[in-house]
């Protein structure tokens, strides 16, 4: 077996800190997915079940003040942040009581007292807006960070390259988490990338520090980020994160891909990538550490599904926005 | 504005209008930063940030690459940080570039997180080009396509006063504005307070008063104007001009009652007439004010092709004053004495751009 003599320098107590942080997005995200299927969310939801372990992982490398933006896909890294689950489903819902006042739906997010600034739908548009907030934090002389998340697909659009090039002038303190899950709605990346591409090697031949991990280890994710924070907060210039991972349900939409009779994924390779479950992985390595039993991680479990369940119940039964608020805002 | 009484007014030109509004909102504001391609070259957008640059220093004032919507997009991500950022465009046709930020975040940011994500107080500077071959994608002039988007505040200073007072109300506005500024304006001169005062967005200015027809117009359309209102003056017509400063929010009431007193309505506008401002507002005189009508609204726009470059073509392009002087004697049933060509300014602009 390799050696991993990285894995023991994380003490238990933040392995566990993680681990929670991590059953909370899943079970939270899994079943908003079941709920979804009653037809009463009525926003176009991109679920991020499989990808988990990206954001508990960067999000848990940071400290207060840093600030996280995210993509159309952005419960994951709402709820890793902090972000509430009863706002989120309230979002959902469409009721004022969610996080955006039922305004923005599910690619629209906020959670600004948790650092989690925004989400936004239209692909690469928080990676300069996180670079943005880089260079307020830079001319203030502030020791913050911003960390942008985005998919493999906004390293095909004309402003990722326009922000990292910025960001790389200007010694940014960005760290741009690319969550590759080989994906793009149903394009694989053999349509839209020549083989062969590393995009850390893209981010290099810009002067970005780069690392690749594996997404689906939430201990390496942490590693990666916690290094390269390091770097960022000494001002050594922005950095690059590519996270290998992949998304369980379809596209836009809470079923898995043969329910709805979609060919652009093989159940196997779908089943393979299952096998390769973030939150089993990390329960797994903390059983084996000793850091915490089955059952402790079971009770963990059953305590974080009960507060989901009375979130999403309270968030059905909230109100709407009135009618008469439809202008506010605006301005 | 300041308790102070009001000093008396110099005689300034528009671009120096422009400078002392951006240097005496940032001397208040040390948020406020401006960027954009050449705002710290020696010829600092045709002047107007030379004066920022020498008084707040290059950590204020810097060059950026061409990457008009990451630009924008980090202005944003600077404006949600508490920075007041000032994007500047030589010319307005590059923020074509710049649409998926300013309209897809920048004037939806309030209301798509229901006001929990604060705002988004940027500012975008666009230059019209207008002449010597500026051509097709030079010499666009955007302010009907961005004041179709709820959110988006569109001002257009045709006086070196406004200049001063919008770019002033702009850099404290709680949300985006787009200022177009008309390259053809820069060196017009005129009177301009000395002091700190900022234009309310959404107040039109009765340029001069009249009661045979109202003559609403944009940005340099307002000079082309004041030309044209002299030459009807000596015919005995009184045209009221009126200059709404800002296309989003609009001054509905002023120029509803402007139409109501005359009855006639001609729009001047920079910009196209199929889905343009023109067309807005002989829609919101139909609407509001149909009964006060004695004929129908005209619109004086671009016409229906793209700029062409040629002297020839370009000559016949632009509806100047001799066109308003012309379309007001048609609509109030005289006929126009001589060659009205006579009365067009000659264009000085020397270029390139």
């Known amino acids: 077996m390799k050696a991993e003599p990285a894995r023991t320098e994380i003490p238990g107590e933040l392995r566990l800190e993680m681990h929670a942080r991590l059953l909370r997005v899943r079970i939270a995200s899994r079943r908003l997915a079941e709920l979804y299927r009653e037809q009463e969310m009525r926003t176009p939801a991109h679920f991020g079940l499989g ?47 969610g996080c955006s006042r039922g305004r923005g739906g599910s690619a629209h997010l906020t959670a600004q ?41 906004a390293c095909e659009e004309g402003i990722f390259y326009e922000s990292i090039n910025y960001a790389a002038i200007r010694r940014l303190p960005v760290l741009y988490v690319c969550e590759n899950n ?95 479950c973030p939150v089993k992985r990390s329960a797994a390595e903390i059983i084996r550490l000793g850091v915490a039993d089955e059952a402790a991680l079971a009770a963990l479990s059953n305590g974080i599904t009960r507060d ?24 | 504005m300041s308790g102070d009484a009001l000093r008396p007014a110099r005689n ?59 630009l924008t997009g980090i202005a944003i991500g600077a404006a949600v940080m508490g920075m007041r950022p000032v994007v500047v465009h030589p010319r307005n046709d590059f923020m074509f570039l710049a649409f998926d930020q300013l309209i897809n975040v920048a004037a939806k940011w309030r209301y798509m997180y229901g006001g929990r ?79 700190y005062y900022a234009t309310p967005f959404g107040h039109a200015k009765v340029v001069r008063p009249g009661v045979d027809l109202t003559l609403v117009a944009t940005s340099y359309m307002v000079q082309e104007a004041l030309v044209a209102a002299g030459v009807l003056a000596k015919e005995g017509i009184e045209v009221e001009i009126i200059d709404p400063r800002s296309i989003r929010p609009l001054d509905e009431e002023t ?8 009855g006639r309505l001609i729009v001047a506008d920079t910009s196209w007439e199929c889905c343009g401002f023109s067309s807005e507002i002989a829609a919101l005189a139909a609407e509001k004010a149909f009964d006060a009508l004695r004929g129908p609204v005209r ?27 012309g379309l007001s004697l048609h609509m109030l049933g005289r006929h126009p004495q001589g060659n009205l060509r006579g009365i067009d300014a000659v264009d000085t602009f020397k270029g390139p751009y």
């Not at chain 1, 925004?118 to 300069?128: D, H, N, R, V």
């Open chain 1, 113 to 153: 007292a948790v650092g989690f600034i925004a989400s936004t739908a239209i692909l690469g548009e928080t990676i300069a807006i996180a670079t943005g907030s880089a260079l307020a934090f830079s001319m203030r002389g502030e020791r913050r960070l911003a960390v942008s998340f985005f998919g493999e697909a």
């Open chain 2, 117 to 195: 994500a604060g705002s988004v107080p940027i500012v975008v500077r666009g230059i019209i080009g207008r002449g010597w071959g500026q051509g097709p994608t030079h010499s666009q002039s955007l302010q009907s396509v961005l004041a179709h988007f709820p959110g988006l505040a569109v001002v257009m200073p045709a006086s070196p006063e406004d200049a001063k007072g919008l770019t002033m109300a702009a850099l404290r506005a709680s949300h985006p504005v787009i200022i177009l500024e008309h390259r053809s304006l820069f060196e017009l001169t005129g009177p301009v307070p000395e002091e």
């Open chain 1, 182 to 276: 080989l994906y793009s709605t149903e394009s694989p990346l053999s349509v839209r990338q020549p083989a062969g591409t590393e995009l850390c090697e893209r981010a290099r031949s810009f002067k970005l520090k780069a690392e690749r991990v594996d997404g689906n280890d939430l201990a390496a994710v942490y590693e990666a980020s916690a290094r390269l924070a390091d770097g960022l907060r000494r001002g050594e210039g922005p950095a690059f994160l590519e996270c290998m991972t992949y998304r369980w349900l379809e596209h836009v939409g809470p079923h898995f891909d043969h329910e709805a009779g979609r060919t652009y994924r093989s159940r196997e390779e779908v089943e393979s990538w299952m096998q390769r």
């Open chain 2, 12 to 70: 300034i030109k528009f671009k120096d209008a422009l400078s002392e509004g951006l240097c005496m909102a940032m001397e208040r504001d040390p948020g406020i930063f401006v960027t954009g391609i050449s705002v710290d070259y020696p010829s600092g957008i045709f002047g107007s940030t030379v004066e920022a640059l020498r008084r707040f220093g290059p950590a204020r004032v810097f060059d950026a690459p061409a990457m008009e919507n990451a």
């Open chain 2, 255 to 262: 120029i509803l009652a402007s139409v109501r007193k005359t």
């Open chain 2, 299 to 325: 619109r004086l726009s671009s016409p229906n092709c793209p700029a062409p470059v040629a002297a020839s073509l370009e000559s016949v392009l632009y509806p100047k004053a001799s066109t308003i002087v």
């Open chain 1, 51 to 97: 990808q988990e372990a990206v954001a508990v992982g960067v999000v848990t490398a940071l400290r207060p003040g840093d600030v996280v933006y995210s993509h159309h896909r952005a419960h994951n890294h709402y709820l890793a942040s902090g972000g509430s689950v009863y706002e989120l489903a309230a979002e959902l819902y469409g009721r004022e009581a």
């Open chain 1, 308 to 331: 989901v369940e009375d979130a999403v119940k309270r968030a059905r039964a909230a109100d709407p926005p009135p009618q008469g608020d439809l202008y506010a805002d605006v301005w």
